[in-house]
């Protein structure tokens, strides 16, 4: 861990985060409890004020933009072939620049998404969208970047007739939690994942249908049939 980023722990998540950072990753090899805290937003109602403390532009990306920023979306940590079949099954991508440079980006979607951090599907709901893939560069957190751009993101589902906004993030990223409320958004599901050392996939705690939002896991695959007299 550098120091910058230790720092940063320190300012977002206090004493008390930053050891329990440090008790997570000696016992990583062993065990892993991590809680995913899962939040809708009344798109309905009016949106809060929160703008970036620095000179921001927001848009929405073309197909154009995969090929023109090629090297500034592959630096941060974007597939180009992934991002072309995203846009092509109609998910948006959203661009924060400042000062010329690109600062932010995310993703919105209109489908039923996989949350990959519990291989589970989310079931989309008349009217639901969800908001993934956010990020903001390092040397620009800080900036109130990401919720300026997230409200920015809101106003496109609403644009599009969509009444409710779904997203997801760990429980241990405060500097992502805290906020959450100031932007209209309260928590609906909690889903824990357990890992002991052996195990081939955690366990899941709360992925269900019952309540929203409604979580899907995949089917165990079948064993082979033996065939008679085999």
């Known amino acids: 861990m550098t120091i910058a980023r230790a720092r ?3 300012r977002w998540e206090g004493v008390t985060g930053f050891l329990t950072r440090g008790i997570r990753k000696l016992l ?7 809680c995913l805290l899962f939040f809708e937003m009344d798109l309905t109602q009016p949106f809060p004020v929160i703008e970036a403390r620095v000179p921001v532009t927001m848009r929405v990306a073309t197909a154009e933009d995969l090929d023109t920023l090629a090297d500034e979306l592959t630096s941060f940590w974007v597939n180009l ?12 991508l959203c661009l924060t620049f400042a000062n ?3 600062v932010n980006r995310g993703w919105v979607t209109f489908s039923s998404p996989s949350v990959e951090e519990l291989g589970v599907l989310l079931e989309l709901q008349p009217g639901e969208s969800c908001l993934y893939g956010s990020v903001t560069r390092p040397e620009w957190r800080g ?3 990401e919720p300026a751009a997230a409200l920015f993101r809101n106003g496109l589902q609403r644009a599009r007739g969509y009444r409710r906004h779904i997203s997801w993030v760990w429980a ?4 992502n939690v805290r906020p959450q409320a100031t932007r209209g958004r309260r928590v609906t599901k909690r889903v824990w994942t357990v890992w002991i050392w052996g195990m081939r996939r955690p366990l899941l705690f709360g992925a269900t249908r019952k309540g929203s939002p409604s979580l899907v896991r995949p089917a165990a695959p079948r064993l082979p049939t033996r065939p008679p007299g085999g």
């Open 8 to 10: 940063e722990i320190l």
């Open 28 to 34: 990583r090899p062993v065990v892993r409890v991590r």
């Open 81 to 92: 072939a992934a991002a072309r079949e995203q846009l092509d099954r109609g998910d948006l």
């Open 100 to 102: 010329g440079t690109l």
């Open 143 to 145: 900036f109130r970047i």
């Open 172 to 175: 241990d990223n405060q500097a």
